[in-house]
């Protein structure tokens, strides 16, 4: 239905194995990995005022936006490839968020304002002991199994419903609306166990080491790298494999990939999953460096807002919404210190701007232009 | 004394004409038929069962002279003359004569009443009584409260008097609790009975703690009222007071189900027309309702400033403002972004929620962040008691029946104009439309108008409801898409039945869950729903594949 804007599959060659990227391709990825790798070595080796200093602030800035750039990745999976646009990505974020928070909320151990072994939101609940599902997150194993589990098993359950009574197109987009804004109501209750609308905050170690410390916060950075970059080239194998061609199908014409014998129940909820698994790991590693979780990051914004990084970028294009996350962040960072009241006029006419002139996004201009040049040689 | 108490009359009818305004103005009426001289006399007298005669005496007159005079008495400033008259002192070598109020000059001769203790808690008590007449409701409440903790059965006439005159219903109530409770008190079981049947009869909630423990056991196992009949009559007053509080709570809920369910199918009927044509769902539907509330405001201050006698009804003249703001705004819309979209609903999606960004902030410049105040017209204000202890408001009264209008008019163009028909031709099968004949582009954007017109009456409604803010839109934003995907397309009834059952549900929930529970109840409710019924409760059968 919204084919047309999207550029045609190579054709059917389903015995021809691909390498993953050409050979540029791998050279500029690791070029880029190498240069936004050696960033903290450049904070943490030269003293501030040198001019290859960096500061610690971009760096932070960088790793935050990474973890953004990963949720999108995350979302293009779906939205580009199968044609399903979720707008509740923000919820599985949170839920990797929380989860690893969790831990991190255990690891204050008794360096809260209460001196408690509670975190200090329970101890002015008034509560005596860690509820039922609080349990065993002082291991960080364990959370970081909660990390992947609970998105994922969350978008196993909904996706199977949802998919199995072929719920798409825009009802699917909303009902994922509704989950989300549901998910942010229970979470800002303060009954709910998870700090109410303050949420986790005041983080002080992580395996031991001070969360604040620049050599901490350089190793959460160089996680955030190779996640990213590992996740990318995942991606790039899901959707380049037999599997990534079936979805693209499903995108394109789902009822004729079902008239043809093809189930797509199984396809996309396999693709739904993974991405919501990506996007948890994406929060896990964005909580600890910008050192807070609260459920405004399930709210409706939130989650529309990570689609716009991927229509930006280009959908469908896996690269593409890095570059749109870190792109759309980048004008944000710059014009909330700027022009903060002019922020949502921009924000929207990016909206507006991408959906009516940048259906492919930057990278489908790109090509288009490079296309052009390659025909006027 | 008779020829005492004629002279005094005499005497008092001489100053009347003498002096020229009483001073007591406070509250002249009363004083009408003035208290009788001889029981004042004997306030003074030498034998205090005398003078404890008349203190209840002077405490069950309905007079409310009495009253003054009784408190004087505490405290110490009624005087007697020499030849029997009583006077109350008002300072300033001023006083009131005691029987009739009227003022005058305080005699040198006037000696103090001296009053001992026993004398004062007699006052106490026959003050409560005389209380009960006085002039201010305030003062009668709780004159009656003072008898109810007192527990004097013999003030039970006293009470029956008064409950004959008293008009105010909360007093009335209070002297009832009194009375009930004095009665509860007698060791003649007829009289508990009869005063546990009057405490059910008045449906009230407050007297069932006082009715439960009546019926209930102690924790020891002993029942606080000895007599079988008793417990029986009060369990059957307090089931009949659960009852009254059942009812009142289902009618309540059923009222706030349905003024919800009317805000919803407001909110939600513009945005179900344009999503049942074209296949859009449109983001900046609640910034509409937002623009359609400003546009409220804006008409308010336009008539405090140019008509400040009319203000009352600027509500009126608010609807059809906002419905050509809005329906041109969402018309500008269509031609300008949302006509290049079609076939592509989830750019759409995205493009309209860029809009509705813009029109938040354009509002949050040019209105500033702060909530805007819309008044209620007066008209507006207040409500109607259905029953006791429920309340319907005029406003959401107002806007229930506004909703029906609404759906009423759009149901009539939909199915009786020549719009109407091309829309739900389109709506039904776009190509084949355009195939014959029907101007698709130009039925679009009517629609779409329509659909945002729509929005700006709601908008106008829940001006009235809640605070106007840039914030507005976004409140319903979740909710009217819950109708939209419940009720289906194409449809008017599905919208209509979702948004009303969304309503009922959404409050009937209330009291058990709590709102946000019950909130987070509907919407889980609403995704398993669309698992059975993915196209919505009203879904039109056909053979077609997307």
């Known amino acids: 239905m919204s084919g047309a804007a999207i550029p045609a599959g190579r054709p059917l060659d389903a015995y021809a194995r691909k390498p993953l990227f050409s050979p540029a391709m791998w050279t500029g990825l690791s070029a880029a990995v190498v240069v936004l790798g050696s960033l903290p070595l450049l904070n943490l080796a030269f003293p501030a005022g040198h001019p290859l200093h960096v ?142 609308n303050n ?48 979805l693209t199908a499903i995108r394109d014409s789902e009822s004729r990939l079902r008239f043809i014998g093809y189930e797509p129940l199984g396809f996309k909820l396999f693709v739904w999953t993974l991405s919501a698994m990506m996007c948890g790991i994406a929060g896990a590693l964005y909580v600890p460096q910008v050192g807070i979780i609260n459920p405004g990051e399930m709210s409706t914004e939130t989650s529309i807002e990570m689609v716009i990084w991927v229509a930006t970028g280009g959908r469908g294009t896996l690269l593409g919404p890095i570059i749109g996350a870190g792109a759309v962040n980048g004008l944000k960072t710059w014009f909330t210190s700027v022009f903060p009241e002019f922020w949502l006029y921009a924000l929207g006419l990016i909206f507006v701007l991408t959906t009516l002139f940048l259906p492919q996004g930057m990278v489908g201009l790109a090509r288009r232009l490079a296309a052009r040049r390659g025909e006027q040689a | 004394m008779r020829i005492a108490a004629i002279a005094l009359i005499l005497r008092v009818l001489a100053l009347a004409l003498a002096l020229p305004a009483p001073a007591l103005a406070a509250d002249p009426a009363p004083a009408a038929q003035g208290l009788d001289a001889t029981l004042l006399a004997r306030l003074a007298d030498t034998e205090t069962d005398t003078r404890l005669g008349a203190i209840s005496a002077l405490g069950e007159s309905a007079d409310p002279q009495a009253a003054r005079v009784l408190q004087a008495l505490g405290d110490s400033r009624l005087r007697a003359t020499a030849d029997g008259r009583m006077l109350v002192d008002t300072g300033d070598g001023r006083a009131a004569d005691a029987a009739t ?120 196992g002993a029942y606080a009222e000895p007599d079988a009949g008793v417990r029986e009559a009060a369990a059957a007053a307090v089931r009949r007071i659960d009852r009254h509080l059942a009812t009142v709570e289902w009618m309540g809920n059923l009222f706030y189900g349905l003024s919800l369910g009317s805000i919803l199918l407001l909110a939600a009927l513009g945005l179900a027309i344009t999503f049942g044509l074209m296949g859009v769902i449109n983001m900046a539907h609640g910034e509409l309702l937002m623009i359609g509330a400003y546009v409220a405001y804006l008409v308010q201050l336009a008539f405090r400033r140019m008509f400040p006698a009319w203000t009352d009804w600027y509500v009126i003249a608010a609807l059809p403002a906002a419905f050509l703001v809005a329906a041109a705004l969402g018309m500008a819309l269509e031609r300008t972004i949302i006509r290049w979209l079609y076939g592509r609903p989830l750019e759409t999606l995205l493009a309209t929620w860029g809009i509705s960004l ?8 040019l209105f500033g962040a702060q909530n805007v105040e819309v008044a209620n017209p007066s008209w507006m204000s207040g409500g109607f008691a259905v029953m006791n202890g429920l309340v319907l408001t005029y406003n959401r009264v107002a806007i229930i029946v506004f909703a029906l209008l609404v759906v009423f008019f759009v149901w009539l163009l939909l199915n009786h104009t020549r719009l109407g028909l091309f829309v739900r031709a389109i709506t039904q099968n776009r190509r084949m439309a355009d195939c014959v004949g029907v101007p698709t582009g130009r039925v679009d954007m009517l629609a779409f108008g329509l659909g945002s017109g729509i929005a700006g009456l709601a908008g106008v409604a829940l001006s009235q409801l809640g605070n106007v803010g840039p914030d507005l839109g976004r409140a319903y934003l979740v909710d009217s898409f819950m109708v939209v995907v419940l009720g289906g397309v194409g449809q008017l009834a599905g919208t209509v039945v979702a948004a009303l059952g969304l309503g009922g549900i959404n409050k009937f929930l209330e009291p058990y869950a709590g709102a946000v529970m019950a909130k987070i109840t509907v919407l889980v409710l609403i995704i398993l729903f669309v698992q059975k019924r993915p196209q919505g409760l009203f879904a039109p059968r056909g053979r077609s594949a997307e």
Not at chain 1, 90 to 116: E, N, T, V
Not at chain 1, 122 to 148: G, Q
Not at chain 1, 156 to 163: D, E, H, N, S
Not at chain 2, 358 to 365: A, H
């Open chain 1, 55 to 196: 500061s610690a602030y971009a760096v932070a800035l960088l790793g935050k936006f990474m973890c953004y750039a990963l949720a999108a990745l995350a979302l293009d999976l779906v939205w580009g490839y199968a044609g399903i646009l979720s707008l509740g990505h923000g919820l599985f974020f949170a839920l990797g968020g929380y989860a690893h928070g969790m831990y991190l909320m255990r690891a204050i151990g008794r360096d809260g304002a209460y001196g408690s072994d509670l975190p200090d939101f329970m101890v002015f609940l008034d509560w005596k002991a860690y509820p039922w599902y609080w349990s065993f997150t002082e291991h960080f194993w364990y959370a970081m199994l909660l990390v992947v589990a609970v998105p994922g098993a969350l978008a196993f359950v909904f996706g199977y419903f949802a998919f199995r009574s072929r719920i798409k197109g825009v009802y699917f987009s909303i009902i994922t609306q509704a989950l989300t804004f549901a998910a942010m109501l229970l979470f800002f209750r303060n009954d709910t166990g998870f700090g109410g």
């Open chain 2, 358 to 365: 813009m029109l938040m902030q354009g509002v949050r410049s």
């Open chain 2, 101 to 220: 109020g009227r003022a005058m000059d305080l005699p040198r001769n006037a000696e103090p009443v001296i009053v001992n203790n026993r004398l004062r808690r007699a006052i106490a008590g026959a003050l409560a009584g005389s209380q009960l007449f006085a002039a201010d409701p305030a003062v009668r409440r709780a004159a009656a409260q003072r008898l109810a903790r007192e527990g004097d059965a013999g003030r039970l006439p006293l009470i029956g008097r008064a409950l004959d005159a008293e008009r105010d219903e909360s007093v009335r109530a209070s002297l009832q609790v009194a009375q009930a409770s004095l009665e509860l008190k007698s060791d003649r079981p007829q009289v508990r009975r009869h005063a546990v049947e009057l405490l059910g009869r008045t449906d009230n909630a407050a007297f069932r703690p006082m009715l439960a423990a009546l019926a209930l056991p102690r924790p020891d």
């Open chain 1, 199 to 246: 949420g986790f905050t005041d983080f002080k170690r992580i395996l031991g080491f001070d969360i604040t410390a620049p050599e901490t916060r350089a190793a959460l950075y160089w996680v955030t790298l190779a996640a990213l970059a590992g996740f990318l080239v995942a991606a790039r194998a899901v959707t380049q494999s037999k599997l990534g061609r079936v």
